[in-house]
């Protein structure tokens, strides 16, 4: 049997639309950890996206059937995917602890996801974030962080 | 990157000379206790291995293969870790295991494993 496609083609084709529509967003939080080699677990891919990049990206995704539901008014609730490919995706409009959206991108890294690169907020960035933020979900894991960090800056 | 001595080729080449292997090492003074130590240990006796090799009349070099079995993987991800928590007391050398077996992935991998395993521990 075949084994199911955690992060799915749909979620791909969707980072991979917005990357070729030079939409501006990198990947933060756990899943930014992930991907540079931290042993954390996440549920989701946390998009964080610069001034005005939304309703660029809405007008991106729309040919693929999907739209972003904004918060209406719900205290502290980002905006919200709808459709194929969108259930792991996170839309992510402030981050703690972090210097501008456009000063991060400039640090960020490119790593691959297949056929096409995204910009990732780098793992130093990101135990800065959990650090500010300080919640006991992020408190949790920033020693596991800070090891993967000091692992993966040695051995290369 | 660590070696180990290629038994077979001290085979071979002590065959091509019409020799035993057996013969090779009293010829070179390796006693059974040395040779089992240049089999079994992952840290190669230099001497040992010069004079199987002048023996045979060949390069040490031909006496020898880069170990990349998995647990000589393993072995040289240890070490790493065991000197970074030298001068890294407060390294969680799970975390730092993990995190290198991880590096050894492609990113979708990695993220892959990741959710596999936060949905499996959000379901509880």
């Known amino acids: ?61 729309k040919p693929l ?3 972003i539901v904004s918060g209406f008014g719900v205290s502290h609730l980002p905006p919200q995917f709808c459709g194929p490919g969108t259930e792991i995706l996170d839309i992510v409009l402030t981050a703690q602890g972090l210097a501008s ?11 691959e996801l297949g056929d096409f690169s995204v910009k990732v907020l780098r793992l130093d960035r990101v135990i800065a974030s959990k650090k500010a933020a300080n919640r006991e979900k992020d408190r949790a894991v920033i020693s596991q962080l800070e090891s993967a960090l000091l692992t993966i800056s040695r051995k290369s | 990157m660590s070696y180990r001595f290629n038994k077979q080729s001290l085979v071979d080449l002590a065959k091509e000379r019409g020799m035993s292997a057996a013969a090779v090492l009293r010829r070179a003074g390796v006693s059974r206790n040395a040779y089992y130590n240049l089999i079994n240990k992952s840290s190669l006796l230099p001497n040992s291995v010069e004079q199987i090799a002048e023996v045979l009349a060949v390069s040490p070099e031909q ?10 993987k393993i072995k040289r991800k240890m070490l790493f870790v065991q000197k970074l928590l030298k001068d890294n007391p407060e390294l969680d050398t799970g975390t730092s295991m993990t995190t290198l077996k991880l590096l050894e992935l492609s990113p979708l991998q990695r993220l892959e494993i ?10 509880f």
Do not use: C, H
């Open chain 1, 1 to 61: 049997m075949e084994k199911q496609q955690l992060v799915s083609k749909d979620t791909l084709a969707v980072l991979e639309a917005l990357v070729n529509a030079e939409v501006a967003f990198m990947i933060v939080g756990n899943s930014a950890a992930v991907l540079q080699g931290a042993p954390v677990v996440t549920v989701d891919i946390d998009l964080w996206f610069g001034k005005n990049q939304l309703e660029k990206a809405k007008a991106v995704l």
């Open chain 2, 63 to 72: 006496l020898i293969v880069a170990d990349n079995s998995e647990e000589a």
């Open chain 1, 65 to 67: 059937g999907i739209s």
């Open chain 1, 101 to 111: 959206f456009e000063k991060e991108l400039k640090k960020s890294l490119d790593i």
């Open chain 2, 114 to 123: 990741s959710i596999r395993y936060g949905k499996a521990a959000a379901s």
